[in-house]
């Protein structure tokens, strides 16, 4: 095989647009990079998206002679890049909150159904973090929960329906991201814990995950100094990746590093000197997710690494074979299988979900209160959480879409409100028959916490509804009526309309531990 060839066949990259860049192409052609990866940026509408897949694979194909991994990361709730013309399933802690592990496979079924028959062929889900931290800047409700038993119950589940709709998938973000308070986007996160201690508690989802036969398995920019000496990122970490995962783990499929222009590595290692210090690591695919122009500087001095022996010829050829035996089970997309893609079995059966999703975390004797003739309805329009996040649609919100069902009266707040803001809201509250207040990360934001405070001292009955993580509703006193939703997006706020008419209930569960109700002043 020719190098260039083979070297590309271990590079990922993606483009700006619902197209593809002339520079682009450019740059595949001369680098014979095999694989592209694709964010929200490129998807306007499923027959674009459509059309897209079968560009990319046959300018891969052309400049390669090898098919492309497409891969996207298509989690579910707060990271979900597919247009509104298909079928956007919940996230994974509002998976969990429905008690149903069966839930998590059907919710994995719908979007690999859904991604094959658009063209891409590998999704980089599920995330089996354990977010045991409840500070977590970046995992969060992208978790299944907080203990082992969760997220290896209904990971795996969610693995095993994509993996039975005919794509590949993979576990992240291993060892485990679920224990920081810094996002790797932006900084670089450590975790001192020795290896019996992951392996009792973190690793034990990417353990059940790989004995189920879990293709792929993604790496995180993290330093566990207790594992690895060096101070490298597990990502560039050989004593992780291969002796732990392939030697200990016995994972045999395909490792794949994070995205390696992300702070972590940027900003202390360089992305390119990165990429190449991850495939020596042990890593097959390693993605520079932006720019073509970094991915192509990786690809030279991975060769130059080859050349000089610095690389392991015979290491580096058996992953690009199993790259390629993974290639070979690609099935391209059958015509006739688009008419799935946000068609309406798969909308209601998403629907579904998340209305079983819905938790009452606390209600007053007597149930959840009635909203009456004249609610007011207060929340902050969403915003981007962490980098991971897909940027929301300004027109979802919740306080005017909830109004425009109910009437009353609605306030749309900032994300951070300050006392004066504070003060206005509660004054506006006056009068009021109930006041339903939909929180955005506010345990993060004591702005928002200070609103829910001020109106719970009006004595006008307040449903408090956690629009994001359900950490929001920690400690709130007995008198304040709480609901976890676990996602700002326009299925949650249907979910919505329908328990505040009183059409369904808040049967879901909680995947995690909150602190207890503050008694009542």
Known sequence: MDERIQVGQHLFTGFLGPGIPAEFARTVREHKIGNVVLFARNVRSAPQLKALCADIQALVQEATGYPAFIAIDQEGGAVSRLSEDCTAVPGAMAL??????????????????????????FNLAPVLDINSN????????????????????????????????????????????????????VGLPMVNKPLEE?????LIPFQAAIEAGIPGVMSTHILFPQLDAEKVPATMSPVI????????????????????MMGAIADHY??????????????????????????????????????????????????????????????PPAPETFAIVGGPKHRRLS??????????????????????????????????VSQADTPHAATVSFADQLHASFGGTAHVMSGNPDQEETTRIASKAKGHSCLIIGTYYAHQRPGQQAVVHTLRQTGIPLITIALGSPYDLSGLPYSVSAIAAYAYNPPTLRALRRLLAGEISANGRLPVALKEAEENV
């Open 198 to 202: 992951l392996l009792a508690f973190e």
């Open 134 to 185: 409840p500070d977590n800047p970046v995992i969060g409700v992208r978790s299944f929960g907080d203990t082992p038993q969760e997220v290896t119950t209904f990971g795996v589940e969610m693995a095993r329906g994509l993996m039975e709709s005919g794509i590949l998938c993979c576990a992240k973000h291993f060892p485990g991201h679920g224990d920081t308070a810094v996002d790797s986007h």
């Open 351 to 384: 629907q579904s979900l998340h209305e079983q999703a819905l938790t009452a975390v606390r209600l007053p004797t007597g149930g959840l209160p009635r909203v009456g003739k004249n609610p007011m309805f207060i929340g902050c329009l969403p915003f981007e």
């Open 96 to 121: 969990a909150a429905t008690g149903k592990p069966e839930n998590s496979r059907v919710a994995g079924q719908i979007t690999g159904r859904e991604l094959q028959a658009l063209g891409v062929n």
């Open 270 to 331: 360089g992305t390119v000197k990165g990429m190449a210090q991850a495939v020596q690591a042990g890593v097959d695919l390693v993605f520079a997710s932006h720019s073509a122009e970094l991915a192509a500087q990786g690809a030279q001095q991975i060769r130059q690494d080859l050349r000089s022996g610095f690389l392991n010829a015979n290491q580096f050829r058996a992953s690009t074979e199993r790259i390629l035996r993974y290639k070979q089970a690609i099935r």
């Open 241 to 260: 990746m291969t002796d732990l995962l392939r030697g200990r783990m016995g994972f045999d499929g395909l490792i794949l590093s994070d995205c390696m």
